[in-house]
Structures are given as structure tokens and as C-alpha cells.
């Protein structure tokens, strides 16, 4: 071997070091990032988190860039050891949290940042309220960019950690071999934990497809979100939905958020690693302010639409946009300095109990 | 043409419902229009068989505004120079890479090898990619191979299979499960984000598929999995 060689060759052993590695994965633990549009035309769909408000929440309280790959982490969260010499990361999502070594009572609140070090063990505990939480990590997870981004889409190996969710022993390559020592940023004013309101959705591009009555069914009814849900669509029980005339029409191209009916007539809410097309009639759309609220919700959870215009689901999006920006302007220093205040971390604990043996 | 709402991030311009060449030309000739006139807040388009789905950035524009501007390119010159390509595809369709052909002979009426000259006879529309990165669906079939699906779908097509149902051809970039009868395997990579643009084919293109023998195609399968070849084509004219 050249020298040239050797030192390469090193170079790549100490690449390798910077990492996380993934002692447990979770149920369904993926790389995501904003997502990789504009290349929907060739059949390759957006994906991205589920909830991108809380994956720009999580990056913001590590000093990442907006669009950063993360971690997404659904129903039930992964365990991770530090093999970096230091990482700082942060939890956004809510109730989630982390516990740090083996002590489950000094769990860490989601919503702001922490340092560990070499050999720290970490747990991510998926909150009761929200499906899915995000974990950022300072300089973000070193996957190569496909088709401009690094969001996993599995079904075709795109992206993330070798285009597929992530299993133990995987150990993720980091941007950043050390998180320098200083204050952490915690965000005071977290989104609210989840809303029972209606989910807004805008009737069309199909609703000629469907009955009168199948309208004020979807408007009216409460649906039930079954077991089959994941990062594609999430199936809901509930009152059958019925098609003026045939069920099956001619593909057509589907936003995200589309609601789609099938010949059993259950209703399926697409998410972000839908198909760019199909041929079933789409009765209804998410608007676009309330897909992360979808994408917290978990299976058996009860969800019911309400109808509104284009025109005013445009505005909730503008209006969402500006509530992001507002809520990423209230991060500020960890009030007690930097560093972990256990203390003070037990005693917030204990006395919401968010910690919970039963979980 | 009519606009249909698709939530706060979408607009779909209907032309018809159904699987037809004159709309399908209608759909990529508003796509090329709106392409040109970069409309602000448009991300991105997806064209289908009868319908164009543009994706826009509601904190930039609005759908009324689309609607607006895209009302006023509607009937205009389509642009030239934009002309798509015309690839000869090779297939095998012998023994085991082509598992429905019997049955497809069978209840079409028709000898294999008189399937499989009907499938290589016609230079198919690539009328849209959609289902998975790259999946073309072409059209249209001879009328004597037109059958409905599978009444039972397999669960893994092999990755470059060539599957037909209704008056469709496609072809699987991937493994998957799918209900359509396959008549063929081509060794061609389909999608492959090495290359720019990664998807072999784009709506508008003309397919011809040719058939080729067993010995034909491991030679072709070895060369495209060593980077040597990708797929023969041209300009398309017209």
C-alpha cells in the first residue's frame, strides 16, 4: 500500500468514528430531512418528515440549518450511544424525551439542547400525545444527498442510511466530531400537545365522484385511524364513504394530504411517501397547515375534517409559516447556565410526571 | 381544460378522463408552456393521462393566480425544440422472464411468438411515470392483447419486468407487487440516480420494445450492471 493509501485509508477509519450508533432502532426510525421535491414527474415522491415544523424546531435548538437531516422517530423511540467525542442533540415533539444512561427518572423534557459525551448511552421516549419526534444533531448526520436531499424513501432505497429505516448496530457517520462546550437553547413556549379540533381539509380534486351524502359523511362523521398507518398513508375506520358511479377512475397526480377512497369505501389520509399518482378518486385535501397535526396523531386516535376554501387554507399556511417563525424567535439560554441541571430537571419532572413507568 | 382544487399546494387542470393520446399531448403541451413561462410559485408538475397536476408554494402564489396565468397560456404554440427521445428497448420473453405469456396467448388467441411480434410491432407513448421512481406507463397495446388484470396480483414482480393490462404496457424499475401480466424482462436500467436526469424515459417519449434471446440478454445485463451501457435512442421526430 502508498502511503497516499495509507493516509486515506485512516482518514476513513476516523470518518467512521464520528458517529451515533444505534444500540436499538425503534419501531420505525428514519432519516429525514424537508424532503426532495421536483421529481415527482418521474415518479419519485417527496417524503420528508411527516411533521416539519417540529424537524425546523429540533434543528433551530442545535444551530442547524432549517432543512438538516434528523432523526424521525415513530410510536417508539430508538436507543443510541455516543461514539463521537461529543454530540449535541436536541428532542422535538411533544411530551417526548430523553433519558440519558440508565436512570428513567432524570429523563430530559424535549425542546431544548444537550451535550453528551463519549460512551453516553441515550434513550428517546416517544410522548403519549404525538406519534412521531424528531432528534437534531449539531452539524447534522453525514448521509450523501440523493436527488437534493437525505430523506429516506425505503420503498426504493432513496436516501437516509443506505435508503432503508435504521437497525441496530447501524452506526450513523456525524458532520461534527465535537460539540463545543457552551450554553444550550431550550424553547419556553413549545407547540401545544395535541389539538382535538377538526383537521381542515379542501373538498376536491374528485368530490363529483361522490355521493351527496359521502360529503357530509366525511364532514360529519368521527373516523378512527387504523393500524395500517405509517409513513405512506394512514388507513381510517369508520363510516363508508360512497362514490357517484365508479370507484376507479384514470391515475391522476395526488398532493400530499389528499385523502383518497377506495372501492371498500374507508378513506385513506396520504402522507409524505405517497405515490405521486393513482386512480383512486380523492374526495378531499389536507390543507397543508394541518399535516403535521395528522402526522402526530397515532393509530386509534379519532379524527374528524371540517371544510374550508382554497382561499382560506392558503391563509392558514401563510399564517402557520408565520407561527413558526414566530416560535423559532423565543429560543433563548437554558435559564439555569449551561450544562445539565439535573436538580432542577428531577423536580419539573416529579412534579408533572411526565415520567411514567407505564410507557 | 378545467382547474380543480387539490388543497393549498396543488391545482389540477383537467382536460378529460380517460386514457387518450389527443389528451395526453394536450396535458404535455400546457406542461412545456408553463415550464417556459417559469411562473413564479410553480415547484414543480406532474402530468398524467388526462390531467396536470402543478404543485406551487402557497407562501409565494396563489391558486388563483395560477389560474389566471395558466389560463392565459392555454391554446397558445407549444414550444419547440423540446422534443423527446425515442428508445429501442430489448426484452427477453422466453421461459422463465416471461411468466404470463402463455396464458396471455392463450386468451388473446394467439400463438407466443405472435404475442410477442404484436408487442414489438408498435412504437408505444410514454403517456406518464408514476408508482415508483422511473415506472413508465406506455400505451397504446395492440387491441388483441388488451386483457384486464390479474385476478390475483403477485406480491414481488421481479425489477425489470414488462407487464401489460387494459390497453397499457409498463415496465417494474424495481420489485414490487403488482397485478398486470408479464410477457417480458428487459435488462435496461429503468432509474438510476447516477444519472442526470436518473429516470431513463419522460413523458412524451416513444418506446419500441425488441425482442432478444437468452444469451442476448445476459451479455446486456452483464454490460449494464458494469456501466457500459444504458439503452440505445434517438430524437423522436414529430
Request: aromatic share 6%; hydrophobic share 50%; proline share 8%.
Amino acid at each position: 500500500m502508498t502511503a497516499a493509501l495509507e493516509v486515506a485509508a485512516l482518514e476513513v477509519a476516523a470518518l467512521e468514528v464520528v458517529a451515533l450508533e444505534v444500540v436499538a432502532p425503534g419501531l420505525a426510525t428514519s432519516i429525514q430531512d424537508l424532503g426532495r421535491p421536483g421529481f415527482q414527474a418521474i415518479g419519485v415522491p417527496v417524503s420528508g418528515a411527516l411533521d416539519g415544523a417540529a424537524l425546523r424546531l429540533a434543528n433551530a435548538l442545535v444551530g442547524n440549518p432549517p432543512a438538516a437531516a434528523a432523526l424521525e422517530i415513530l410510536y417508539s423511540g430508538p436507543c443510541l450511544r455516543v461514539i463521537a467525542d461529543s454530540v449535541r442533540m436536541a428532542l422535538a415533539g411533544s411530551g417526548a424525551r430523553l433519558v440519558v444512561g440508565d436512570d428513567a427518572t432524570a429523563a430530559v423534557p424535549a425542546w431544548r439542547s444537550l451535550r453528551l459525551a463519549q460512551g453516553d448511552l441515550v434513550a428517546v421516549i416517544v410522548g403519549r400525545d404525538a406519534a412521531c419526534c424528531y432528534l437534531a444533531i449539531e452539524g447534522g448526520i453525514a448521509v450523501p444527498q440523493v436527488l437534493g436531499s437525505a430523506s429516506t424513501y425505503a420503498r426504493a432505497g432513496l436516501g437516509g442510511f443506505r435508503g432503508r429505516p435504521l437497525r441496530a448496530g447501524d452506526r450513523l457517520p456525524l458532520a461534527c466530531a465535537t460539540a463545543p462546550e457552551r450554553g444550550e437553547l431550550h424553547l419556553p413556549d413549545p407547540p401545544p400537545a395535541a389539538a382535538q379540533a377538526p383537521i381542515r381539509v379542501v373538498l376536491g380534486p374528485q368530490r363529483e365522484r361522490f355521493t351527496a351524502a359521502a360529503i357530509a359523511t366525511l364532514l360529519a362523521a368521527e373516523y378512527r385511524i387504523s393500524a395500517s398507518a405509517d409513513r405512506m398513508g394512514m388507513r381510517l375506520d369508520g363510516p363508508r364513504l360512497a362514490h357517484a358511479g365508479v370507484w376507479d377512475i384514470v391515475s391522476d397526480g395526488i398532493a400530499t394530504g389528499a385523502i383518497q377512497v377506495p372501492g371498500s369505501g374507508q378513506p385513506i389520509v396520504l402522507l409524505a411517501d405517497h405515490q405521486t399518482t393513482g386512480g383512486y378518486p380523492k374526495i378531499a385535501t389536507v390543507v397543508s397547515a394541518d399535516l403535521p397535526v395528522v402526522g402526530r396523531r397515532r393509530p386509534g386516535d379519532a379524527i374528524r375534517f371540517a371544510a374550508v376554501s382554497v382561499e382560506a387554507a392558503e391563509a392558514l399556511a401563510r399564517e402557520a409559516e408565520r407561527g413558526l417563525a414566530a416560535r423559532l424567535a423565543t429560543l433563548e439560554p437554558v435559564p439555569d447556565g449551561p450544562g445539565l441541571d439535573l436538580a432542577a430537571l428531577y423536580g419539573v419532572n416529579l412534579i408533572s410526571g411526565v415520567v411514567s413507568a407505564g410507557e | 381544460m378545467r382547474f380543480l382544487p387539490a388543497g393549498d399546494r396543488a391545482l389540477v387542470i383537467e382536460f378529460g378522463d380517460t386514457v387518450d393520446r389527443g389528451l395526453s399531448g394536450a396535458v404535455l403541451r400546457l406542461a412545456a408552456l408553463i415550464d417556459v413561462a417559469a411562473i413564479p410559485g410553480v415547484v414543480e408538475m406532474v402530468p398524467t393521462f388526462r390531467s396536470l397536476l402543478v404543485h406551487y408554494d402557497p407562501l409565494s402564489t396563489t391558486a388563483a393566480e395560477l389560474e389566471r396565468r395558466i389560463a392565459g397560456l392555454a391554446g397558445r404554440a407549444p414550444p419547440v425544440g423540446r422534443a423527446g427521445r425515442s428508445w429501442r428497448i430489448p426484452f427477453c420473453a422466453e421461459g422463465g422472464y416471461a411468466p404470463d405469456l402463455a396464458e396471455v396467448a392463450r386468451r388473446s388467441g394467439l400463438a407466443c411468438d405472435a404475442v410477442v411480434a404484436r408487442l414489438s410491432a408498435v412504437a408505444y407513448h410514454v403517456y406518464m411515470l408514476g408508482f415508483l421512481p422511473g415506472f413508465p406507463y406506455l400505451g397504446d397495446l395492440p387491441a388483441e392483447l388488451a386483457l384486464p388484470r390479474r385476478a390475483d396480483p403477485r406480491l414481488r414482480v421481479p425489477p425489470g419486468s414488462i407487464a401489460i393490462a387494459t390497453t397499457l404496457c409498463a415496465i417494474y424499475p424495481y420489485q414490487s407487487p403488482g397485478g398486470w401480466h408479464l410477457v417480458g424482462t428487459t435488462p435496461v436500467r429503468l432509474f438510476d440516480i447516477a444519472r442526470q436526469p436518473p429516470a431513463l424515459f419522460a413523458a412524451g417519449d416513444a418506446v419500441r420494445l425488441e425482442p432478444i434471446d437468452a444469451a442476448a440478454f445476459a451479455a446486456l445485463r452483464a454490460a449494464v450492471e458494469g456501466g457500459e451501457w444504458v439503452a440505445e435512442s434517438e430524437p423522436l421526430r414529430g
